[in-house]
């Protein structure tokens, strides 16, 4: 085996059903690209997903393989190791837990979370716990190093799945150079477009129910101001309860639901909120709050599973219980010097994580596996 791996890296799940390991495996595929290496890169890629035009493949260490087989088909059980014996790679990466379970040479296997198996209700059937348990089993069993974004889901892995500390390699995550603080007339041309008041509390990610929307919603009830919340993202029609919830407690001219945001409109959408609300109860990583960061906006965010590794000391950190959280929101609407120094620190702490880093670190994982170095 020569010093320069070949690596697959099966990127079939960057599509918009999967949007946080699409988000995950687009930055590591930029920040290979961007570091110094001599291996080559073979990214597979399925259907209409963002791939066909990334920077990478204008990079001579990195093709673009298109292949038929979906993300959580059973085909790929038998035409990847087909593909497999035709690339002869040194190594597969799996950015997800369902992946070719046998046929593929030293996979190396990233696990975000395991919160089909720690967050009751966060699937929502037996069927699809039956598929998590079984996949994320079968997954673990046969890799060669396991990846994750942090020592919270590494802490579940360990305790959940038995599996040897010394398999598991934590290596974080980053938000895209595209979150940075936005300049004031982009800022002004999205409060035009959504109709948004100069002042407005944010929160954005999905109404699945580990997110916490309706405690979110409980606790602005007790907020006393003037500036409205802002819950943008995408709209599952099962977990309704967050709206019914507005209308029970009669804050519909309080609360604003703006559902598929554009990516592009993002950035700007966190830079003019007047502080980032995140009470999610469970995060394999948490990127939203690491966005809204690296924005220059003040984050409040639940202290439980990742997020205070994320977070750290640059955001107010709290039980995702009504009570505390409405303090925590009373206080920084309150308290304009609090926000300015929380959007600083918060800005300094977003630095610390980069796409490249997190690339060298992978890297560093598949030089150990592929080369046994």
């Known amino acids: 085996m020569s010093d320069h791996l070949r690596i697959v890296l099966d990127a079939r799940a960057t599509t918009p059903h999967f949007p946080g390991v699409s988000r995950a495996t687009l930055g590591l595929l930029a920040g290979l690209a961007e570091i110094e290496h001599s291996h080559h890169v073979a990214v597979l890629s399925w259907n209409e997903n963002p791939l066909p035009g990334h920077a990478a493949f204008s990079d001579p260490r990195f093709t673009r393989i298109p292949v038929r087989a979906a993300p959580l088909g059973l085909v790929q059980q038998w035409t990847l190791p087909l593909l497999s014996r035709s690339l002869r790679p040194d190594l597969w990466h799996a950015p997800f837990y369902v992946r070719p379970f046998a046929g593929i040479p030293r996979p190396v296997v990233t696990i975000y979370d395991v919160i089909g198996r720690v967050v009751p209700g966060a699937l929502p059937s037996p069927r699809s716990r039956l598929f998590f348990e079984l996949a994320i089993r079968l997954s673990l069993r046969g890799a060669a190093q396991i990846i994750t974004s942090s020592a919270a889901t590494k802490r579940d892995l360990i305790a959940e799945y038995g599996v040897e500390p010394s398999c598991i390699s934590v290596i974080p995550l980053a938000a895209d150079r595209s979150f940075a603080p936005q300049p004031a007339t982009a800022i002004r041309a999205l409060r035009e477009r959504y109709a948004l ?13 580990h997110k916490n929307q309706p405690l979110l919603v409980r606790a602005f009830a007790r907020v006393q101001t003037n500036v409205p919340l802002v819950i943008a993202g995408a709209w599952d029609q099962r977990f309704d309860e967050p709206k019914q919830l507005v209308a029970e407690l009669g804050l519909s001219d309080r609360v604003r639901f703006i559902h598929d945001v554009p990516a592009a409109d993002v950035p700007a959408l966190l830079s003019g909120a007047l502080a980032f609300v995140f009470p999610s109860r469970y995060e394999g990583f ?19 599973s990742s997020l205070p590794e994320v977070v750290g000391d640059a955001g107010l950190l709290v039980e995702p219980e009504v009570a505390p959280l409405a303090e925590a929101l009373q206080w920084l609407v309150d308290d304009p010097v609090l926000r300015e120094d929380l959007a600083a620190r918060g800005l300094e702490r977003a630095c610390g994580f980069t796409w490249a880093e997190t690339a060298r670190q992978t890297l560093a994982v598949y030089e150990r596996v592929g080369l046994g170095s």
């Not at 939203?288 to 202290?303: Q, Y």
Request: proline share 19%.
């Open 197 to 209: 008041p100069p002042r407005y509390l944010l929160y954005f990610g999905s109404n699945k129910p």
């Open 286 to 304: 948490g990127l939203p709050p690491l966005e809204a960061m690296a924005c220059g906006t003040p984050v409040i965010a639940s202290n439980s």
